[in-house]
């Protein structure tokens, strides 16, 4: 069974930065793509940024590029999304997935964590 547990959320201040973490389990980490998403109050989950199984090949929403970096340890079983330049409309709860290919797709991810808050203050 596919585990992912994400932390590293937090309460930060607009122009700050935050690094989450995603530790997965159950199953070889390395062969997969892996995935941010996020949902904030009242609006529908939407994607950040995923990784090929290597790191080799990343895909960001327009909204985080150039201040987000996907990226992944396979040694360690765990991916990182580094958040830079944090704005308030950032805040949300932030949610790894996998799935069961390395398709940089917004859609089919199959497995998800339970979430970790990110409140972004101006």
């Known amino acids: 069974q596919v585990q992912l547990v994400e932390s590293g959320g937090g309460s930060v201040q607009a122009g700050d930065s935050l690094r989450l973490s995603c530790v997965a389990s159950g199953r070889t980490f390395s062969n997969y793509a892996v995935g941010w998403f996020r949902q904030a109050p009242g609006k529908e989950r939407e994607f950040v940024a995923a990784s090929n199984w290597s790191g080799g090949n990343t895909y960001y929403a327009n909204s985080v590029k150039g201040r987000f970096t996907i990226s992944r340890e396979n040694a360690k079983n765990t991916a990182y999304l580094q958040m830079n330049s944090l704005k308030p409309e950032d805040t949300a709860v932030y949610y790894c997935?996998?799935?069961?290919?390395?398709?940089?797709?917004?859609?089919?991810?199959?497995?998800w964590g339970q979430g970790t808050q990110v409140t972004v203050s101006s």
């Open positions: 997935a996998s799935r069961d290919d390395n398709a940089l797709s917004q859609y089919l991810w199959r497995y």
